[in-house]
């Protein structure tokens, strides 16, 4: 038998609470995704005026994060003509993201959910991503 760590509703708030903040403080309103150790939604906030489009991209960031247990830029890196990794955004149904924003959340050296970000830049979607896992590290102490 298994015994799985995962996220609660309370964790995923905070981990949404931590990105809101740096949103709000680089003025940029995000869509922010959070998933459990499997990719499945747990929480989810768009903040006035994130964007449409955000609200799947950043549902496949945190589920990119969490099942694949990488940040999405790493798939980035690979995901080039040429790598053996190339075309693995075509993988799952589509819904394997290499844009950075998606972190997987990891506590006491497990995977227990992901962060999915996305209405900025990709660099702006990381910087978010994590400050909700920061924020959910001072909280937990």
Not at 86 to 94: D, K, M, P, R
Not at 99 to 110: D, F, H, S, T, Y
């Amino acid at each position: 038998m298994l015994t799985i760590k995962r996220l609660d509703v309370a964790e995923a708030r905070l981990l949404i609470e931590g990105a809101a903040v740096k949103a709000r403080e680089i003025g940029v309103p995000m869509c922010i995704a959070i998933v459990d150790e499997s990719g499945n939604l747990i929480a989810f906030e768009r903040m006035d005026g994130g964007k449409i489009t955000s609200v799947t991209i950043a549902q496949d960031k945190a589920f990119t994060a969490a099942a694949a247990k990488k940040a999405t830029h790493e798939y980035n890196a690979v995901n080039v003509p040429g790598s053996l990794a190339f075309g693995i955004h075509t993988e799952v149904g589509g819904r394997i993201s290499s844009v950075g924003g998606g972190l997987p959340v990891v506590v006491g050296g497990e995977v227990v959910g992901g962060i999915g970000i996305s209405s900025g830049t990709p660099q702006q979607d990381m910087d978010c991503a994590q400050a909700g896992i920061d924020h959910l590290e001072t909280q937990r102490g």
